[in-house]
């Protein structure tokens, strides 16, 4: 079994962050760079999911389904997948306000700090735990789901669907970077269990002294 993990391309918030107080996030276009990002990790993803079939699982924000379209992926079952959604920063942001809770979730911790109308790393965990405990049952015992699956959803997302899986510390959680926009990560399930393809970038050794899981 394969499970690949694909960030979106870059976003109109990756590189004006103002745009948040114009536009819901959800609403957040590609850039034409993410675009070009999307269409050229079209064939790395194809060479990933092989011949056989593929299921999709497709954050609803507007850069992650735009991302999937433009890679051209046949996938014989796509999902629009909330639970796979970014954080919620709540809806339009005053950038004072903005700039304030960065630096309050910075020291205090991207894993607890609940931002104010919207979600902790904690809630967003939790959801991605409940999306993965389904994924594992359907692709364990359902003989007709598919035993690759294509995850295209969002930075920190990401980084918590592998914290869940290999039951990796909230410190060490808190160490690693996201993934690059159009990065991808590759987790394949040997019989015994799951393996990563590659570690994640980190910015600090984690307080804990952890590792990531082993390729």
Request: with cysteine; charged share 25%.
């Amino acid at each position: 079994m394969r499970i690949i993990l694909l960030r979106h391309g870059q976003s109109l918030g990756n590189v004006d962050e103002l745009a948040y107080c114009r536009i819901p996030d959800h609403a957040l276009p590609l850039t034409a760079t993410g675009e070009d990002q999307a269409r050229a990790a079209g064939p790395t993803i194809k060479g990933l999911v092989g011949d056989g079939p593929v299921a999709a699982y497709v954050s609803p924000y507007q850069r992650t389904h735009r991302t999937f379209d433009l890679l051209g992926i046949e996938a014989e079952r796509i999902v629009t997948e909330p639970r796979v959604r970014e954080q919620d920063w709540g809806n339009l942001q005053d950038p004072v306000q903005q700039e304030v809770l960065k630096h309050q979730r910075h020291a205090f911790g991207h894993f607890f700090f609940r931002l104010p109308n919207g979600e902790s790393g904690a809630d967003v965990d939790d959801r991605v735990a409940a999306f993965l405990d389904g994924l594992e049952v359907r692709m364990h015992k359902d003989e007709t789901h598919p035993k690759t699956v294509l995850v295209v959803s969002h930075g920190l997302t990401i980084r918590l669907l592998c914290r869940r899986l290999f039951g990796w510390s909230i410190d060490l959680f808190e160490s690693l970077s996201n993934v690059d926009t159009c990065e991808n990560r590759v987790l394949d399930h040997d019989g015994s269990g799951w393996r990563l393809d590659r570690p994640f970038d980190q910015w600090r050794d984690s307080p804990d002294g952890t590792v990531q899981h082993p390729a």
